[in-house]
């Protein structure tokens, strides 16, 4: 344990610990292990996988837009993620690091200076919002905005959005807040995204596409076309990368990709149906069953696959030493079903509702593309999988399966 050295500025014990290429202190509490909400400055080691594929994104990013970057993280608890940001992606210009917590403002300077880097990286303490309001004239925007809040990222897009530069550049978002977005609280969802979350066995992708919705939405407010370039669902949150781009007609083409969901719970039926005028039928076309309805939300393609692929190169030269493998796994899955079909089937609770044993999803696979269904796995779940065949193509290879 390393006591305060900082004596009069940080008022609590600090411990070094050591994450990619960055040393930096973080609190020594009790709380530390237990409640990362109690402990005087966030840190969470289990985010690292998240940081770690931040650093991926926006190393991808930065090459493929050939211009210096100006990254920015409103909410950055000790300051882990931008300092590293600054250390290990090549071509970047300066960081902004804010927090309106002092001690976590503190702590942040405190890495800043232990970490060599006070030329490139600023700290401020103040509202995250308010920060983001003084970043909102020509000359002071952000290429990258990583907004990584406790819970839900939703009071911070519009002020994200308006300090982004208005040419191509890149909205990164976490939420933890799962249970509204995977429809345990489906008024919370709404209050906070605009759409309506159903509780599904595939709801991890429908929170992402309520999370991109909202992004998409907000952004056409301000006159910024979006798209999406990745997504992942890991632990317990879920994140977004999204693109954006001033321009009325670009804006107007993204609003196009927003739609709702139709999902059948007698049956197991859904659809994503594009656009927000559209009509569509209130009873299953399959059993007849009254539908429910979710969104609106992103029915868009959710990865832009040659991004992915470049992450993973990068991810391949890197050394990331406790998440390579975590890693490589899931960006290997993500590249599988980027072009796959949307909503996927959990088999496991397929198998339960037809009382039968779960069969090797690998046959499951063989009988499905066997029949010309396109069939991936998904990296939102690993008993799941996106296939263009119908709900009861697929419970009758299941059942051929059993036999
Ligand atoms: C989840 S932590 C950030 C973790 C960090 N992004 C990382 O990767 O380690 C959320 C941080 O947001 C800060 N925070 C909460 N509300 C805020 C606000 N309105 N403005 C600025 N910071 C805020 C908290 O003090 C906390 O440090
Ligand atoms: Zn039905």
Redesign the pocket.
């Known amino acids: 344990m390393v006591p305060s050295t900082k004596g009069d500025k940080i008022k609590f014990p600090l411990r070094r610990v050591t994450e990619g290429r960055v040393s930096f202190y973080i609190p020594d509490t009790p709380d530390m292990e237990t409640d990362f909400v109690k402990t005087p400055?966030?840190?969470?080691p289990q985010?690292e996988l998240?940081?770690d594929l931040s650093i991926l994104a926006v190393q991808v990013f930065q090459e493929e837009k050939q211009r210096l970057i100006q990254f920015c993280?409103?909410?950055?608890?000790?300051g882990?993620?931008g300092i590293r940001i600054a250390l290990e992606v090549r071509g970047i210009q300066e960081v902004y690091l804010?927090?309106?917590?002092t001690p976590?403002y503190e702590l942040t300077k405190e890495n800043i200076r232990v970490n060599e880097v006070r030329e490139k990286v600023k700290v401020s303490n103040?509202?995250?919002?308010l920060?983001l309001d003084k970043h909102t004239a020509s000359g002071n925007r952000f290429d990258v905005i990583?907004v990584?809040?406790?819970g839900t990222p939703a009071?911070y897009i519009d002020a994200a959005i308006r300090a982004l530069k208005k040419k191509e550049s890149l909205l990164c978002a976490t939420a933890t807040d799962m249970a509204p977005l995977c429809g345990v609280y489906p008024e919370a969802s709404f209050r906070k995204y605009g759409g309506y979350p159903l509780k599904t066995k595939y709801c991890h992708e429908i929170a992402v596409r309520l999370l991109a919705g909202c992004i998409i939405r907000i952004a056409a407010r301000f006159s910024m076309g979006t798209k999406v370039r990745f997504v992942h669902s890991t632990d317990h949150y879920i994140r977004v990368y999204i693109e954006a781009d001033h321009g009325d007609t670009k804006a107007d083409a993204s609003l196009e990709s927003l739609g709702f969901l139709l999902h059948c719970f007698s049956c197991g039926y859904r659809d994503l149906v594009e656009g927000i005028t559209t009509l569509f039928t209130h009873l299953c076309p399959n059993c007849t069953s009254p539908l429910s309805i979710g969104g609106p939300l992103f029915v868009g393609k959710l990865f832009d696959k040659s991004l992915c692929e470049r992450m993973k190169a990068e991810a391949e030269k890197r050394q990331l030493d406790a998440t390579k493998k975590r890693i490589m796994r899931l960006l290997i899955r993500i590249i599988e079903e980027a072009d796959g079909p949307p909503l996927y089937y959990d088999i496991h609770s397929l198998c339960d509702d037809l009382s039968i044993q779960v069969p090797k999803i690998e046959h499951v696979m063989n009988l499905l593309e066997k029949k010309d269904f396109k069939t991936t796995r998904t990296h939102f779940k690993p008993t799941a999988l996106r296939t263009t065949a119908n709900i009861d193509d697929l419970k009758d290879i299941l059942l051929k399966l059993r036999q």
Not at 73 to 78: K, N, R
Not at 98 to 101: G, I, L
Not at 126 to 129: K, L, T
Request: aromatic share 14%; glycine share 6%.
């Open positions: 400055v966030f840190y969470n985010m998240n940081r993280e409103p909410l950055t608890g000790c882990v993620r804010n927090d309106r917590s976590a103040e509202d995250g919002n920060f990583d990584d809040p406790f009071p």
